[in-house]
């Protein structure tokens, strides 16, 4: 290390000037000594350096804001010790992008093994990534470094902290009369399904009248048909940012949040849907089904690996390459911006676009069909902001 | 320092990823492992530093008591440092000890200091050729060695405490500087090393070189075991090197790099003085001497109140080397420094001793004395330049602690350029007038010359001892080839050695500005016997190492010649451009009485200056007189002796001494104090302003921080990270913080340091709160005395309550 170099450095300089500046022969005699002690360090640590190993325990999960106890665990198969061992590690959050180095020294004893303990926080939820950078073997006097086999890693998810949105689906005319349910809130033309039954106001239709029941009450009851609805839910997480996003991190957390609170909310609700994102390191779009919550954990996880990149394709365009049109009757689109195709893709279905961002230039869209709604939030306001949605 | 880290390795990191390293559990406790390893190295250091400055300075004192008392003091100081509720308490029981050890046996601590002081000046005497104030000793010299051994048991206290000190903090730079200072002082006061003490010191210094790392903010745990199995390793290394390097290595008296020393210093002393090689001689250094080629360009401007011709004296060389001429050695001349302290006394110095005689004997007087003014522009200005007829010059110039008088001194780094004295007119021609009358009987000036004389035998005796040395080789050519030529020591006057020896040089020897160098490596051997030519240089070496050999005192001399024909008819008080062809080179020999007289051996200035008239009737001058004056044979009789033992009048009052040294102390000791207060006083408003922050997250870290600082005087180890599960296992005997609470507040404190989102107010109002508890509780426990151990956190919760109620 540089410090420890400046330092021999002095020491072999003031050694010679001795050495020049005395007559005593003890002078030459510590010269060589300053020369040779260091040199044959460095040689032993040529040899003890070669069985070094550094790897990583990290917990599975932490919390959000909370202490993670992790730990080196060094490994030393030579016998002669060495010390001082750099670890230089590398922390990542994959779905926010934040990076961080630190370099740990520690020493280990002959054929031992050693644990250090650090401990991680971090204010994001995501997937950290710990990596041994780089690990190097120091003599004892820390001149000459000699590199040791790296690249070991572990990764910690932090979980976000969800809330608990309150849904009211909207209900889905459906096209056909084959269809399976039938709304609740109001009623249809298909007599196979009664909606409810009611009092008889003048202007109905004499052919609804309900002539057993009526006969029975000794009144005229009105039996109301059913409305064929059609309900298929598809949830979009948009993976790429503009370039001008402000705080990128903080709106990624914020989006990772309400992403695992809107399908939480929704697989709570019995609710079956569609989830996808664009993974941007696989290079291709992943999309699952999601009935139960022991399934969205299984996703949570991969969906706070997904990374987060600037000015990328959108989640639409990437949906639309894999499945060309859009099939879905609710759509929520969770992002930080609003592609300009959005209204074009919702294609008549019921969109909802919850836009978290400190960009106040986004403006809604005029939605002729009245079927789409968007919700503005910032980190900051999102939980207030998205308390009721209409999906 | 814990809350410094803390908030600024949060900085460090990304907004959202914090990193810690969590101290490890053995640096927390104070193992036995750590002491016996901090305690070896302390003693290593202890030894090293203690042992080099006992053997330069202390050789009386009893080393198999003070070596032993040190071991001791290592290794209670390095368990004291170690243990933070030790430490103000060690150094008070230590500064009180000193203290009471010090009143009790002052007596002995006082003769100690004098010896220890008196010792230092030899040391420094011997080194720079001058004589230092001695201290008086109320003991006889069969005490000095129990009076130096208690003045030292407190010096070796402190010597284990800085040691102690070292092998705690591991400071590196403050350890070489140490040992770089020592060794420093051993080169330049060129003391004799003594090798086992400072091959201790390297090795401790090794040792801790190789633990330095411990004190890293990023390095896992301290001096674990694995650390200290390192230092072993490396202590082993050392020394099996230093076995193998002392059995290899061969000694030597001279270092391989002699050359390269004395270029190094030649090339800074041309640099510092000015050195024009066509302006002036060599000054005495004949490597790579050049051809005599001066430059009329000016080299002194030399204004006299009456202009005289007069030998201007500069460079003085005194022992022959082979290659050149240099200052005797110090260490040599100190052993004359009694008789120079007394002749210095009596206001007799060499350099004017000429004018001096010549005052005593009635041939001059003051009225005669001119002033002479030199601006050195072109010279060296490592001499000054002044007449054998010098009669006052400042104190400056011949300073009465200097041993040797061979010429006046040029202070200053870069030497002196304009200087003025008086002078006498020249009286370097009627020398042997004032030799006769010196000698002679006349009784209006016996009294005086007598007392004159009394007082010349001293100097005249270190004179006889120093300068007709000879080395060996000189000795030997000298004898196997000039035998025949120089008259025998029971034969040799002035006069006949003289004559010989000019004779020989103007026919054996031809003169010339261009010689050839033969470099058989003995200079002088080379002109007389191989090139047989040369200039002023060559023949002023070859005359005084003959005058030598018949046992007359001489010296080299090298200077400026201002020449009758200078001064014919120039004016009083004229400017005289004495340029580089006066430059030149020339023998003084002394002779007793009168002093130092030049003697011109170059034939081309044979009668350039006026000589002396006829020796006749001079001691020691003629053929068949009595051989060359001897102090032997000059000895006045009823010589005064030369006290061997100081007395009050030479000696300073050691008490003196213990006053500067009690100043000196106290005023460390204070400026320490200060700075010490002063630091604290920084870290304390540094806290304050960090709890007191407007952004509640800090706030808040900071406040969580001072509380565990505070609650750590309960038993709290010292982390600087904590873990909810530490806290709540190491608080848990602690009566007053119950683990909910605790809980309570670490959330608070974890969400604060770790989130992003801003602190409610609320939330700061809670870790005032638990702020306000701590200082309750502590209140409680601490009472009268002890609660100075929390005042820092008293007054810290007092000045958050105070913010917190002005919100």
Redo the contacts between chains.
């Keep these: 290390m540089l410090k420890?170099r400046v330092?021999?450095g002095?020491?072999l300089a003031?050694a010679f000037l001795?050495?020049?500046?005395?007559?005593?022969?003890?002078?030459?005699?510590?010269f060589?000594?300053t020369v040779?002690?260091p040199v044959?360090?460095i040689g032993?640590n040529q040899i003890a350096a070669r069985k070094i190993f550094a790897g990583l325990e990290l917990p599975q999960m932490g919390e959000?804001?909370?202490?993670i106890?992790c730990r080196i665990k060094g490994k030393n198969g030579r016998r002669?010790?060495?010390?001082?061992i750099r670890c230089r590690?590398h922390?990542e959050?994959l779905s926010?992008g934040?990076?961080?180095q630190?370099?740990?020294?520690?020493?280990?004893?002959?054929k031992?093994k050693?644990d250090?303990?650090?401990?991680?926080?971090?204010?994001?939820c995501g997937c950290?990534r710990v990596s041994v950078e780089e690990l190097c073997a120091y003599d004892?006097?820390?001149l000459v470094p000699v590199q040791a086999p790296h690249g070991q890693m572990a990764e910690t998810t932090v979980l976000p902290v969800t809330f608990a949105p309150q849904l009211t689906v909207m209900a889905h005319l459906a096209k056909d009369i084959e269809a399976d349910e039938y709304s609740q809130e109001r009623p249809g033309f298909d007599p196979s399904e009664t909606f409810a039954i009611r009092e008889y106001h003048p202007g109905d239709s004499i052919r609804r009248i309900h002539w057993k029941l009526s006969g029975k009450f000794d009144e005229l009851l009105i039996k109301e048909a059913g409305l064929p609805v059609r309900h298929s839910f598809l949830v979009l997480f948009e993976t790429s940012q503009p370039a001008t996003a402000g705080r990128q991190?903080?709106v990624k957390?914020a989006l990772n949040e309400i992403m695992m609170s809107l399908c939480q909310a929704m697989t709570e609700e019995d609710i079956t849907y569609e989830v996808g994102w664009q993974d941007h390191d696989a290079g291709k779009f992943f999309h699952t089904r999601v009935t139960n919550l022991d399934e969205l954990a299984g996703i949570a996880d991969k969906m706070l690996r997904a990374r987060c990149i600037t000015d990328g394709a959108d989640a639409i365009s990437c949906f639309r390459e894999s499945y060309e049109e859009n099939k879905f009757e609710h759509i929520m689109y969770v992002s930080s911006f609003l592609p300009a195709h959005f209204e074009e893709f919702s294609n008549g279905a019921f969109a909802t676009g919850i836009i978290c961002t400190e960009d106040d230039s986004i403006t809604a869209l005029t939605d002729a069909s009245g079927n789409i709604s968007l919700h503005f939030c910032s980190p900051?306001n999102y939980e207030k902001e998205l308390f009721a949605l209409a999906i | 320092m814990r809350l410094q880290s803390n908030i600024s390795m949060a900085m460090k990191q990304t907004k959202s990823l914090h990193f810690s390293l969590l101290p490890a559990p053995e640096a927390q406790q104070i193992s036995i492992g750590a002491v016996v390893q901090g305690s070896i190295l302390a003693i290593l250091f202890f030894l090293g530093i203690g042992g080099m400055l006992y053997w330069a300075f202390a050789p009386s004192a009893m080393l198999e008591i003070l070596i032993p008392i040190g071991i001791v003091g290592c290794i209670i100081f390095t368990f004291v440092l170690r243990k933070r509720s030790l430490r103000r308490l060690g150094l008070i029981v230590l500064a009180l000890w000193l203290v009471g050890f010090c009143l009790i046996l002052q007596t002995d601590v006082l003769n100690g200091l004098c010896l220890t002081a008196n010792r230092i000046g030899e040391v420094l005497g011997q080194s720079f050729g001058r004589i230092y104030p001695i201290y008086d000793i109320s003991v006889d010299q069969s005490g000095y060695e129990l009076s130096a051994t208690l003045f030292f048991i407190p010096v070796s206290l402190l010597l284990s405490l800085l040691s102690g000190y070292l092998a705690y903090t591991h400071d590196a730079a403050v350890s070489l500087a140490i040992t770089a200072g020592i060794i420093f002082i051993y080169v330049f006061l060129k003391i004799e090393i003594a090798v086992i003490w400072l091959l201790l010191l390297v090795l401790a210094q090794f040792l801790l070189l190789a633990q330095a790392y411990g004190n890293r903010q990023n390095f896992y745990g301290g001096f674990t075991t694995a650390y200290r199995s390192v230092a072993a390793i490396a202590a082993g290394v050392f020394a099996l090197s230093a076995i193998v390097v002392f059995l290899t290595v061969p000694s030597y008296e001279n270092s391989p790099l002699k050359n390269t020393r004395e270029s190094l210093i030649r090339t800074v002393d041309q640099i510092r003085y000015g050195v024009e090689p066509t302006l002036g001689m060599p000054d005495g250094d004949f490597t790579n001497l050049q051809a005599f080629e001066p430059s009329d360009e000016t080299a002194l401007e030399v204004t006299m109140e009456k202009p005289e011709s007069l030998w201007l004296r500069g460079y003085v060389g005194s022992v022959y080397n082979g290659h050149g001429w240099s200052e005797s050695d110090s260490k040599s001349l100190y052993e004359y420094a009694d008789i120079f302290y007394w002749l210095h006394r009596d206001n007799f110095y060499g350099q004017k001793q000429l004018a001096d005689a010549a005052a005593v004997t009635g041939k001059a007087s003051y009225d005669q004395a001119f002033g002479i003014h030199v601006n050195n522009v072109g010279a060296s200005s490592r001499n000054i330049y002044a007449p054998y007829e010098l009669y006052m010059a400042g104190g400056e110039l011949m300073p009465a602690d200097i041993i040797g008088d061979t010429a006046l001194v040029s202070t200053g780094f870069r030497g002196q350029r304009q200087y003025e004295y008086l002078s006498l007119p020249n009286i370097v021609k009627r020398y042997p007038d004032i030799m006769r009358e010196l000698y002679g009987d006349d009784a209006e000036t016996k009294l005086s010359t007598e007392a004159f004389l009394t007082v010349e035998s001293n100097y005249a005796e270190y004179i006889y001892d120093q300068y007709t040395q000879l080395p060996e080789d000189t000795t030997r050519w000298i004898e196997q080839y000039l035998s025949d030529v120089l008259p025998t020591q029971e034969e040799a006057n002035y006069a006949n050695v003289k004559q010989a020896i000019i004779q020989y040089l103007t026919e054996q020897t031809e003169y010339s500005t261009e010689p050839s160098q033969a470099g058989s490596g003995d200079f002088a051997y080379d002109f007389l016997f191989l090139d047989k030519e040369g200039y002023s240089v060559h023949y002023a070496t070859a005359a005084t190492l003959m005058f030598r050999a018949c046992g007359i005192p001489a010296r080299y001399v090298e200077g400026y010649l201002i020449t009758p024909q200078d001064v014919q008819s120039a004016a009083d008080h004229s400017v005289f451009q004495i340029d580089g062809t006066h430059a030149h080179a020339w023998v003084e020999v002394y002779q007793s009485g009168v002093g130092w007289i030049p003697v011109e051996v170059t034939p081309p200035y044979f009668g350039l200056m006026e000589e002396a008239d006829s020796l006749e009737g001079v001691p020691g001058t003629r053929p068949e007189s009595t051989p060359a004056a001897s102090p032997e044979n000059n000895t006045v009789e009823n010589q005064e002796e030369i006290p061997n033992q100081v007395d009050g009048e030479k000696a300073v009052a050691g008490n003196l001494l213990l006053i500067i040294l009690i100043i000196v102390f106290a005023a460390a000791a204070i400026f320490f104090l200060w700075r010490y207060w002063k630091k604290r006083q920084m870290q304390f408003k540094k806290k304050v302003e960090a709890c007191l922050n407007e952004k509640n997250n800090e706030a808040i870290t900071a406040m969580f921080i001072c509380a565990m600082d505070a609650l750590s005087t309960l038993g709290l180890k010292d982390g600087g990270v904590w873990l909810l599960e530490q806290l709540r296992r190491e608080l848990k005997p602690v009566d007053g913080v119950s683990e909910k609470r605790i809980a309570q507040v670490f959330a608070v404190y974890e969400e604060a340091t770790y989130s992003a989102h801003e602190m409610s107010q609320e939330s700061r109002k809670e870790m005032e709160d638990f702020i306000e508890e701590v200082y309750l509780l502590l209140r409680e426990r601490f009472v009268g005395l002890k609660r100075l151990k929390i005042c820092g956190f008293l007054k810290l919760a007092a000045e958050i309550k105070s913010a917190h109620e002005k919100r």
């Design positions: 420890s330092v021999w002095l020491c003031g001795f050495l020049v500046f005395s007559d005593e022969s003890l002078a030459l005699m510590l060589i000594l040779a002690v044959i360090a032993m959000k804001g909370q202490q106890v002669l010790p060495v010390a001082p590690l922390c959050n926010t934040e990076e961080l630190q370099e740990v020294l520690f020493p280990i004893g002959a031992t050693c250090v303990p650090f401990v991680l926080a971090s204010s994001h950290i004892i006097f820390g991190a903080d957390d900051e």
